[in-house]
């Protein structure tokens, strides 16, 4: 209730990167690898469909999805061209 959350939006002639940062504890280790996956979650109410979907929606644009802890970091990276995307 507490942390903050910060959004960078970062441009390179290839690419639009979009990073979300929070100050929360982080995500541990040992689920940081499978957090991606469909139906994984660590909620006795979630679905573990959220990020699995959000990562596939962002591969149909062309663009990946990365996470890395300390801070929890998500970066988006999606092509500004699609049509020159191998």
């Known amino acids: 209730?507490?942390?903050?959350?910060?959004?960078?939006?970062?441009d390179n002639s290839s690419n639009a990167i979009i990073a979300v940062e929070d100050s929360g504890p982080g995500i541990e280790s040992s689920v940081l690898?499978?957090?991606?996956?469909?139906?994984?979650?660590?909620k006795q109410t979630g679905t573990g469909l959220g990020l699995s979907i959000c990562k596939k929606i962002v591969e149909q644009h062309?663009?990946?999805i990365t996470v890395k802890n300390n801070p929890t970091t998500f970066i988006?990276?999606?092509?500004?061209n699609l049509s020159t995307q191998a």
């Open 33 to 42: 690898p499978k957090i991606f996956d469909p139906l994984f979650t660590t």
């Open 1 to 10: 209730n507490k942390g903050t959350i910060n959004i960078r939006i970062l």
């Open 62 to 64: 062309g663009g990946n």
């Open 76 to 80: 988006v990276r999606l092509p500004k």
